[in-house]
């Protein structure tokens, strides 16, 4: 039982998790820039899509740093614009319930300042797969888009973190 103690102390040591320190976030400005998500744009009829998008992308602007905040002092603005969100199922049970899904979405994201410039644009390619247990019905084909967009939010994380 000791060895498994000093494992994940090992573990946990080495994965490279470093507390955030907001005092050297305010001395690079980021704590100044306010950003909105302005809009999420999904041409698909999925239930709770933009709900998931929008909460993960909210996550990512926070994550890196920065302030949430639609008002009169906010800075830049987000759009995100999913242009192909593909949800297939791959996997069957043995009651025929598709309980494996393979999700891929290009996604634009976009952050613009308050004159409408466009301060940084890109393109975000991303395909996972999702495996359930094939005894929910539509809530795992949901959970397989909560699997893309937290991969999304770990995308826009990074491209946040060199936006200066």
Known sequence: MRWLFVFLVIFITSCGYRAADFTEKKAEGKLQDIFCVRSIDINTPEATAVDTFYRYVSQAVLSAGYRLECSKW????????????????????ISQRAYIYKVSGIILFRVEDKEKN???SREIWETVQYIGSG???????????????????ARIFSILTELE
Not at 135 to 153: G, S, T, V
Request: hydrophobic share 45%; glycine share 2%.
């Open 118 to 120: 466009i301060i940084l």
């Open 74 to 93: 906010t800075d830049r603005y987000v759009y995100l614009t999913v242009k192909k969100l593909d949800v297939k199922p791959i996997g069957y049970s």
């Open 135 to 153: 005894l929910r019905a539509d809530i795992e084909r949901r959970y397989a888009i909560e699997e893309l967009a937290r991969l999304i939010e």
